[in-house]
């Protein structure tokens, strides 16, 4: 989380604590939401805002060396293998809960083919699904054509900074499906037709754009969001991938 957000957010709490002794004045609903919406913001003074910046990355830093050596010494202390399995678990456990709550497997992906491309012994369904209620997951599923009546499944994850339409995945997927694969590509969430900001090109956005970071960048947002609910942005990213496992092992073959 950037600094300057972190401050804002604490500097807004006292606000929303302070809503029922607003009622308590008289104020109904809309009069409450004008109040909160003159606040200002900007409470703090650029030299304020730059020492407490670093004040916190200082902090952050001083607790990942902590850990750091915590985790060291509790290493070092490993000496039988039941030792080790304690350990493991233990760090196990730790990952899971750093990913957020999930909610229950759905029972119906919703899956939808919008489209179907032929190519040279393969071809490409363009497709979406449900992962969580309301959320949609785009992905393209390459296939051998002809249809083989057993196939290993290949889930392919894309990098941080293209989404499925990146040309060396689609390579991949081609190839793979030409020897008898199906290849699952999706775009991850902020990605490609994912993609939750509007700006297409540098005409669009007033800062610093770069075409192939640019959903990458304002992931970002996401992430600060999901967060503020007790949740990750790996922990969805990791949920949509186990639902393209759950679509794979729903195909035929």
Same mark, same amino acid.
């Given at each position: 989380?950037?600094?300057?957000?972190?401050?804002?957010?604490?500097?807004?709490?006292?606000?929303?604590? !302070? +809503?029922? +002794?607003? %009622?308590?004045?008289?104020?109904?609903?809309?009069?409450?939401? #004008?109040?909160?919406?003159?606040?200002?913001?900007?409470?703090?003074?650029?030299?304020?805002?730059?020492?407490?910046?670093?004040? =916190?990355?200082?902090?952050?830093?001083?607790?990942?060396?902590?850990?750091?050596?915590?985790?060291?010494?509790? @290493?070092?202390?490993?000496?039988?293998?039941?030792? @080790?399995?304690?350990?493991?678990?233990?760090?196990?456990?730790? &990952?899971?809960?750093?990913?957020?709550?999930?909610?229950?497997?759905?029972?119906?992906?919703? =899956? %939808?083919?919008? $489209? +179907?491309? =032929?190519?040279?012994?393969?071809?490409?369904?363009?497709?979406?699904?449900?992962?969580?209620?309301?959320? *949609?997951?785009?992905?393209?599923?390459?296939?051998?054509?002809?249809? %083989?009546?057993?196939?290993?499944?290949?889930?392919?994850?894309? !990098?941080?900074?293209?989404?499925?339409?990146? $040309?060396? =995945?689609?390579?991949?997927?081609?190839? *793979?499906?030409?020897?008898?694969?199906?290849?699952?590509?999706?775009?991850?969430?902020?990605?490609?037709?994912?993609?939750?900001?509007?700006?297409?090109?540098?005409?669009?956005? !007033?800062?610093?754009?770069?075409?192939?970071?640019?959903? #990458?960048?304002?992931?970002?947002?996401?992430?600060?969001? &999901?967060?503020?609910?007790?949740?990750?942005?790996?922990? @969805?990213?990791? *949920?949509?991938?186990?639902? $393209?496992?759950?679509?794979? &092992? !729903?195909?035929?073959?």
């Amino acid at each position: 989380m950037k600094p300057r957000m972190t401050f804002l957010i604490l500097t807004l709490l006292p606000c929303f604590n !302070s +809503t029922g +002794t607003l %009622r308590a004045q008289g104020l109904n609903e809309e009069k409450l939401i #004008y109040r909160l919406q003159q606040l200002d913001p900007n409470l703090l003074s650029d030299r304020t805002r730059e020492q407490l910046s670093q004040m =916190l990355v200082k902090h952050s830093q001083e607790r990942l060396e902590m850990a750091n050596r915590r985790s060291s010494l509790e @290493w070092k202390k490993i000496s039988t293998s039941d030792q @080790w399995e304690s350990y493991k678990h233990k760090c196990l456990q730790a &990952l899971r809960a750093s990913l957020g709550q999930f909610p229950a497997i759905p029972k119906d992906l919703h =899956l %939808r083919v919008t $489209g +179907t491309l =032929l190519g040279d012994g393969f071809q490409v369904e363009n497709l979406v699904f449900e992962s969580r209620p309301g959320l *949609w997951v785009s992905a393209n599923l390459y296939r051998p054509d002809p249809q %083989r009546a057993s196939m290993p499944g290949i889930l392919i994850c894309h !990098s941080h900074h293209n989404p499925k339409s990146q $040309g060396e =995945l689609q390579d991949m997927g081609m190839t *793979w499906a030409r020897l008898g694969c199906l290849v699952l590509v999706m775009d991850q969430l902020g990605h490609g037709e994912r993609r939750q900001h509007p700006f297409v090109s540098a005409k669009d956005y !007033s800062g610093q754009f770069a075409v192939g970071r640019q959903d #990458y960048y304002f992931r970002y947002n996401t992430g600060i969001q &999901l967060h503020l609910i007790g949740d990750s942005l790996v922990g @969805w990213m990791v *949920w949509d991938l186990w639902r $393209g496992v759950d679509l794979l &092992l !729903s195909r035929q073959g």
